[in-house]
DNA sequence: TAGTAATATAGTTATGTAGTTATATCAATG
DNA sequence: CATTGATATAACTACATAACTATATTACTA
């Protein structure tokens, strides 16, 4: 594992398919849905299901993840099975955990220091 | 450094700052901005100039980024100075770039093996 | 082949926001 | 204290898109 850090030379069009899959993970819903598919391939009716909105939004959005290559499709019969097709937005979502959490604390921490 | 994989137990509150997080590394913009703060600390002056816009829709990115902690503002006289707060921002970047990576690789090897 | 179930698409509305121009704030300087 | 320079805010326009309802597609089944 090597450190790249040359952002420098990033091209505008890198630069934007960078931006374009964030934007796409920057919807709750679509995070929710990448979420409970973390325990493994699920129908859209479960999603569905699991989610909370109508079938048309779950399957639209679906659609936009799977353009984008972060889950696959697979039919049988009558029912539609999606899957993680990109497990580094697990990673993803760690990262920006760790760093809200920090963030928290340290605010946490300099109240602490006004208070305690 | 410890894997968590505990995504089920977000909460909705968690998952939309996730979200919100995402949603704010999405504009290509935002991105350039901290793309050229990653050689240090500039003025929005400086920042104005190296990306391609007007200063007043730097200065609006650069609030943004501010209020969701990832600059840091610093004043010095008559200009303003932003910098990089929470590096954590790269590392998401360079995820996303391998990913993507991955993917071109995959399609450009599919390619190959239907031509080659 | 008619009917039903599962998923996808079309069309619409409402909302958010990126960018622009004009103007305001604020600090230095004459 | 008027002026200039640097940054921020306000008001506006244009566009993207999330969610909804209605409908279309597709596969199974009686």
Do not use: W
């Not at 409970?36 to 859209?44: D, I, R, T, Y």
């Amino acid at each position: 594992m090597k450190k790249t850090n040359d952002h420098q030379k990033m091209t505008p069009e890198a630069l934007a398919l960078v931006a374009e899959r964030f934007r796409l993970l920057g919807e709750p819903l679509r995070l929710n849905i990448l979420q409970k598919l973390q325990a493994g391939e699920m129908s859209v009716g479960e999603i569905t299901e699991a989610v909370e909105t109508s079938q048309p939004n779950v399957s639209k959005h679906l659609k936009m993840l799977q353009t984008y290559g972060v889950v696959s499709r697979r039919q049988e019969g009558n029912t539609v099975y999606y899957a993680i097709a990109d497990p580094s937005i697990f990673e993803l979502c760690d990262v920006v955990c760790g760093s809200l959490q920090g963030r928290f604390e340290s605010q946490y921490n300099k109240m602490r220091s006004v208070f305690g």
